[in-house]
């Protein structure tokens, strides 16, 4: 190939974002501080939660949720298998049990009537994905969750900037965003929970350094309080503010770089149309029936033979993804279920078929235009020669 290698993704980090994260390393205090009480703040004023915890991931603020939640031995869990893998990761390190729901088969996200149909009196917490920047449906998601006394967080680690019915997801129920590098904003690795529970945010913030009475950082002696003593044993999952001050100054164009990734989506999906016509197994997902504005965080298409389909485009000098491989059909949970002898509890046929399938297309904001056609020319290239 005579053109350079288009990745499926690359951060897109601007002057501002380099002015800002030099700024730190020149300040004398690059860890935990103001600059991490700062991304906390602006996560508040996007979401319009009361409260926001900075981690050093998605996964760390998940295990401390689980932690906060009692999670453990007996209890059961729901959420999809299309998910990513941490989730159903942390909930068997904890002793519990995941119980998986199936997917719409065109926009890969759960339902209210699949959770519904997974309850049981030994449910101590849903855990919904919003999906490729498309928000679930959240009104009767939360009213079963809330009928039924059960907590629910919802993984927004897709959906900073998706809006559902003109709010934005994240505002009103416990949510985890992610900054990781793929992420539409990036801290290179961060996680961001929000939520209106003063408690549960005052024992995340103790759990995410050591389970000392304060903070990292001490805005009165500028640094740690030396008398600072354990409250509870905790973690060490703060997020130093290097990080945070990169992830806020992204944060502060965040309008710019959705609206840019919406263009891109829409340029695919022009284009795919007509490939679709040359080639039906084609299969962008759906948009959701109800009303949103989505993040296009990725780009994912149903395309037959995933696997080998990755590795022509490979050769065509171009990157994808998948997102994700089923949690239950991945070689630990596939043995742990073939040795039970039981089957799962809830037939999972769309999230198999979609598993099987889906790709993800480079998709990010640098991209051209050019870029896209490239993509879809070289996907015409490898489904019609083999
Ligand atoms: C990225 C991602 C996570 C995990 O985020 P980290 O910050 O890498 O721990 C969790 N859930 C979903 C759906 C994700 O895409």
Not at 313 to 340: D, P, T
Request: hydrophobic letters at 45%.
């Amino acid at each position: 190939m005579s053109e350079t290698f288009l990745p499926f993704c690359r951060p897109q980090i601007s002057p501002d974002d380099i002015a800002a994260v030099t700024a730190v390393l020149n300040s004398g205090w690059i860890t935990t501080g103001a600059k991490t009480a700062a991304l906390e703040a602006a996560f508040c004023e996007l979401t319009g939660a009361r409260h926001a915890v900075a981690m050093s991931s998605a996964t760390a603020a998940l295990h401390l949720y689980l932690l906060a939640k009692g999670i453990g031995p007996g209890a059961e869990v729901i959420t999809p298998s299309l998910t990513w893998v941490s989730t159903v990761n942390l909930i068997t390190l904890l002793g519990a049990t995941p119980v998986y729901v199936d997917v719409d088969r065109d926009n890969l996200m759960t339902t209210a009537d699949a959770i519904e149909r997974a309850i049981t009196p030994r449910t101590k917490l849903i855990i919904p994905v919003h999906f490729a920047g498309a928000p679930l449906d959240l009104d009767p998601i939360r009213a079963l969750a809330a009928a039924h006394g059960i907590p629910l967080l919802e993984d927004t680690a897709h959906a900073l900037g998706t809006l559902y019915k003109g709010i934005p997801v994240g505002r009103g129920a416990d949510s985890i965003f992610s900054l990781q590098a793929i992420k539409n904003v990036t801290a290179a690795e961060g996680g961001v929970l929000v939520t209106d529970d003063d408690e549960l945010a005052a024992k995340l913030r103790r759990l995410r350094f050591h389970g000392l009475g304060v903070d990292a950082y001490d805005r009165a002696t500028q640094g740690r309080n030396p008398q600072a003593e354990v409250m509870e044993p905790g973690f060490k999952y703060n997020l130093p503010d290097m990080c945070s001050v990169l992830a806020t100054s992204q944060l502060a164009r965040l309008d710019r770089i959705n609206a840019r990734r919406a263009e891109l989506a829409a340029r695919y999906h022009e284009l795919l149309r007509e490939l679709s016509q040359e080639q039906p197994q084609v299969q962008p997902l759906a948009a959701p029936a109800w009303p949103h504005k989505h993040s296009w965080h990725l780009f994912v298409v149903r395309v037959p033979e995933r696997d080998t389909f990755i590795e022509a485009m490979k050769a065509q000098g171009i990157g994808c993804g998948i997102h994700f491989r089923a949690v239950h059909q991945q070689k630990y949970y596939r043995e742990l279920h073939a040795k039970s002898g039981a089957p799962l509890p809830h037939a999972l046929p769309n999230t198999e078929w979609n598993s099987a399938r889906i790709c993800s297309l480079p998709l990010f904001p640098d991209m051209t235009a050019a870029d896209v056609e490239r993509v879809v020319q070289a996907m015409r290239t490898v489904l019609t020669t083999r």
